[in-house]
Antibody
Framework: QVQLVESGGGVVQPGRSLRLSCAASGFTFSGYAMNWVRQAPGKGLEWVAVIWYDGSNEYYVDSVKGRFTISRDNSKTTLYLQMNSLRAEDTAVYYC???????????WGQGTTVTVSS | QSALTQPASVSGSPGQSITISCTGTSSDVGSYNLVSWYQHHPGKAPKLMLYEVSQRPSGISNRFSGSKSGNTASLTISGLQAEDEADYYCCSYAGSYTFPYVFGTGTKVTVL
């Protein structure tokens, strides 16, 4: 069935790096834009980044620009989020989503937790 | 970009109808019929309930409906059931490739 499974979360010190992965299955991964959305503790959902179906374009929320990089490997049907220079405010559950059409995030993973703390 | 404004909480008794509002601006909700709604049970993956203001994905009950007027979108749940108790988030296209999406602040729905 259509599925997204995130991995790579953990506890990391401020200033360090982490790479999240999102393994996709059950659909033609290369046909969809993909996003990362996060939820900080006690807060709402926040869109983080998007990458087009072919990887040709990527965009970020201002708070992560220059620190985070979204990428994809269509041959491995996997989405990535490289997070550098992590800050306490990056602590959140990170979800990957499939974007079926503009604004239509129709498939979500279960999320992976990132905790930035010394 | 500021988050879309939702009421913090809405409650209702089983069988009743409730409506959750989602207020944005003329740059997002007001300009595009690209508002979606997500149900989120804590610890689980968020679930798409409506897209393009009022379209239901396959498998979503017709008890869930959506509308939009001006800068405010709304989600109505009719025939409220215990399993509807969850957090609900709206999301709108924000009109820019460089910042495409803004989510709402979230609404906790409680079934009394």
């Amino acid at each position: 069935q259509v599925q997204l499974v995130e991995s790579g979360g953990g506890v990391v010190q401020p200033g360090r790096s982490l790479r999240l992965s999102c393994a996709a299955s059950g659909f033609t991964f290369s046909g969809y834009a993909m996003n990362w959305v996060r939820q900080a503790p006690g807060k709402g959902l926040e869109w983080v980044a998007v990458i087009w179906y072919d990887g040709s374009n990527e965009y970020y929320v201002d708070s992560v620009k220059g620190r985070f990089t979204i990428s994809r490997d269509n041959s491995k049907t996997t989405l990535y989020l490289q997070m550098n220079s992590l800050r306490a405010e990056d602590t959140a559950v990170y979800y990957c989503t499939r974007e079926r059409s503009v604004g239509n995030h129709d498939v979500w993973g279960q999320g992976t937790t990132v905790t930035v703390s010394s | 970009q500021s988050a879309l404004t939702q009421p913090a909480s809405v409650s209702g008794s089983p069988g009743q109808s409730i409506t959750i509002s989602c207020t944005g601006t003329s740059s997002d909700v007001g300009s595009y019929n690209l508002v979606s709604w997500y149900q989120h049970h804590p610890g689980k993956a968020p679930k798409l309930m409506l897209y393009e203001v009022s379209q239901r994905p396959s498998g979503i009950s017709n008890r869930f409906s959506g509308s939009k007027s001006g800068n405010t979108a709304s989600l109505t749940i009719s025939g409220l059931q215990a399993e509807d108790e969850a957090d609900y988030y709206c999301c709108s296209y924000a009109g820019s490739y460089t910042f495409p999406y803004v989510f709402g602040t979230g609404t906790k729905v409680t079934v009394l």
